[in-house]
Structure formats: structure tokens, C-alpha cells
């Protein structure tokens, strides 16, 4: 039987935490066939969404900004796909690819370590609350009032992994959560994808050891979609995909471009050949005054065609260096 | 022991001149608080158990600071700073604090073929000059109202001399949206551009002024997850 516990939201609204025992009719089926499946859970948010193919993305809590890049990129592959994102509401990786999918419309599912009231970490307070907003749920297998305590993070990655279809690994060092969650997913039976990193990475460690154990490494969403059999044809769905991308990128740049002058364009072409540059570097290439060059910048990134990076660099909007 | 006098400290020695500060988020965070006051009244009331005084402190102030702890965040060689520790890094230097500094400007590390580079600069002569005449024109357009330059510019002296006209304001209604600059940037973005103006020789602000200025408010749009 279920059993309601309702439970104050920030002393505002109320909130239904729902309490499934094992056997119950709505037990997530992912996690009936895991080894020490979870006697019984609690639930906050949309439970339906538990049963939607999904895929678990982790990985390291000190990201670097390709680790952010990447995922970014994947999860919203996945999710344009109406694939499900499961993650362990930690920081780095696990936040961008929960804020990810809430960004593009997705669903996602966090698995706490602790009791749903003592969410940890507590700068994630608001993400959570976006993601039972959206219609997304998290879930967790201990009472709502316990505190976060390190000894439960390990075990809670047996649901992370358990929930979804397979695990990708963005970054991960060599001894970590993240690993452990790969451990527990081919112990399930699982595929492991990893994103490959140069082995001088401080994050590329864990993912590179995997990769040796057996984990698949990818390099888009499609590729994910189609090792665990959603899609039959790689290339086809990638190229439409890309293409309609181009497609997309060569409009804009069409349209945008021809109400530009010739500086700007120049300099926007400068930037697509060159992928990242520094205003002195288009200075110095392009002979421009920095004073000129400052304003086509600024005009370029008023419509949207490129982004200002940190460290003094611009890309193209379209264009992440991956 | 109570000090006897009252000793002016270095923002006051730095009145009319600059005061540089280098590696900005090094100092202690209550130090830097205490710069707001002072930027915005351009004089420091100081306060003690004997007696309490102001001292007068117009300075322009200029800091340096490096994007993460390491120093490498954004550039070429691999930065080993976790997000967690950059936010803190960056949270030294408070929002009120950071809406006071006019101009912010990231230069990357410069490589070593490119110390003698052959790219055309100006002389200090030619910079001076250009800040002169600019200066002049200021110093015109302000007589008599008590201020020299286009930094003490009050919001209602901002409304009468900075003035858009409508496709200015459609850039700068823009920028507000798409670059996510805070409100409180809205005049510092105006009194800037009212400079380029000035190192231009124009009467008004045109687009290109403006969009100019945008660019100078690099740490108000970055984007960090």
C-alpha cells in the first residue's frame, strides 16, 4: 500500500513525498531486477516519468569546462530525442546535465543519498525544486528526514545506474563516485559509455580505465541511441541531424550576414575558420582597430551569432569546440 | 593604544590620482567593502573615539585580477581550478562593488612570439594628447556645475547629457536581453560611451559609441554555469 507523507516546502506550499514499498503496483521496473534493490523508496514529483526509457549521465563534481561543454551537448541530444536523464543532484556534471534537460523541455530524474527534506548539496535546493516543477521526480531510498551522510552515497548509485537503460561517463577520476556508479551499472548487465579525454586529463582517468573494462566510447547522442537499440541506423539519424543543423546555421548566417557590413562579416568569418579567437587575435590578423573591432564584436553578439567566452575569446554560437 | 591623529590611508593619498590594486580578490573582502562608500561620494568619513573627520579621496580606481585561483581559467594551458572554487574566487568581489568599476576588460596571457610584436601602437604622446582634448570637452560641458568628468555624472546629469536617440536605445534595450547585464550597469554603460564620444570629438553618442561600451563589461556578462 502507498502511504502519503506530506511534508512542508520551505514552510510555503506542501509537498507529497509518496512512500513505494517493494512489490507495490507503481515499484519503478528498472529496479526490479537489480541485485539489493531498495526495500523501499520515497518519491517526490512525477513517478510516471520512472518508467520512460532513460539514461544515466554522471560524473566528476570538479568538472573542467569541456566536461560542461560535452554534456551539455549530449543531454541535449538525448533529450530533443524524449529520452529521460537520471543523475545524482551532485555538483558538476550531474547539475549541468539535470539544468540541461530542464532547459530543453526534458524530464529528469535526481537520486538523492539522503532523506528528500536534507537535500544535499544545498546550493542545489533550487534545481531540485525546477525539477519537480517540470515534472521531473526524485527519489530516494531513505526516510525524508535523514541527514546526508557520505557512507549512503556509494549504494545510492546502485538506483542511479539501476533506473536507466545504460550510464555515460563524462569525467571521472580514477577512485570516485562516479566510477562506482559505472561499477554498479555493468554489474547490472549495462552498457557504460564513456566520452573520451586525453589521458593527461586530471577528469580522464576513471573514464579511461572503463573504457579498457569494456565501457563504449562515444562521441554523440545518436551514438548512445543507437548502441542500446533505439534507433537502427546511425548515420542516418546523425547526418539528418547535422544537417538540419547546417541547414539551420547556413539560414541565419545567410540572412543575418547580408544585413551586416563587410567589417563584421569579415570578422565572423574569421572566427568560423579560427573556431575560438581573442579580439587582440583579430586585431593583429585582420588589421583592425581594436576600437572598431569592439563594436563589430558587440554587434555580432547582439544577433546572436557569437558568444563571448571567458579568458577573451569568441565563438561561434553554434560552435561548441567539441 | 588609540592612534592620536587621525592618519589619512591610501585611498585619501591617492586623491586626484589612481589607486591600483593588483590581484584584486586577494585583499580581505571587508577591505574591499569598504571601497563602495568612498567611489560613490569621492570622500571618507572616518571615525574614532577622539574624533571624527573626512578626508577628501577622488580616485580612479584600477585593479587586476586573474580569472580562477590558478590562472589559467579560459586560456590555453589547462586550468586546475574545480568550479566550486572559481565561484569563490570570484565571490570576493561583491556585485555592488563590481557595478562601481566603469570598465572591465579580459587580455589574454601574451605568448612569448608575441612580445615584440609588429602590430601598430599608439605613443603615450598620442595617448595623451587624445585624453587631453577629451578631458577639454568635459571640462567645457560641466562648467559650473561642480564636476570635471564624465565619471562624476549623477543619473539626473546622466539624463541630460547622455542622450539616445532611438535606435541607441533599441541597441541598449538589446543588450539588456540578450547579454543578461545587470541594471544597475545602465549608467555605467552610458557615462562610458559618453567618453568614447569625447575620444571620438562628437556632440552626440551614436551606435557605435555604444556598442563599444557593451564590450566593456565583460565580467558582467560572463557566462559561468
New interface residues.
Partial sequence: MNMKVLEKHDNSHLRIIENIKKGDNNYPKMLENIKNKPQELYVEGNLDILNMPSITIVGS?????YG?DITKKIVKELTLAGICIVSGLA??ID??AH?TCLDYGGKTVAVLGCGLNKIYPKENKKLYKDIIENGGCAISEYEPDSEANKINFPARNRIVSGLSLATVVVEATYRSGTSITAKFAFEQGKKVFCIPNSIG??NSSGTINLIKKGAIMITTGEEILYEIGLIDKIDKYGELLEKQRLNKIDMIEQEELSKLDKQTQEIYLYIKENKIV?A?AI??DLRMDI??V??Y???L??K?LI???????YVLRDELYV | MEEKYLNHGEISLAHYGVLFLDELPEFNRNTLEVLRGPLEDGEITIGRATQVLTYPCKFMLVASMNPCPCGFYGSDKECRCSDESIKRYLNKISGPLLDRIDIQVEVSSVKYENLDSDSIEESSEQIQKRVNMARNIQKKRYEGLGIFSNSELTPSLIEKFCTLDSTGRAILGNAFNKLGLSARAYGRILKVSRTIADLDGSEKILDRHLLEAVQYRSLDKKYVV
Fill in positions: 563534481r570538479n568538472m573542467t569546462d560542461r555538483i558538476g547539475s549541468v539544468q586529463n586530471k581573442s587582440e586585431c593583429n576600437k572598431n569592439n563594436v564584436l558587440t554587434i553578439e547582439l546572436g558568444l563571448n567566452k571567458c579568458g577573451n575569446s
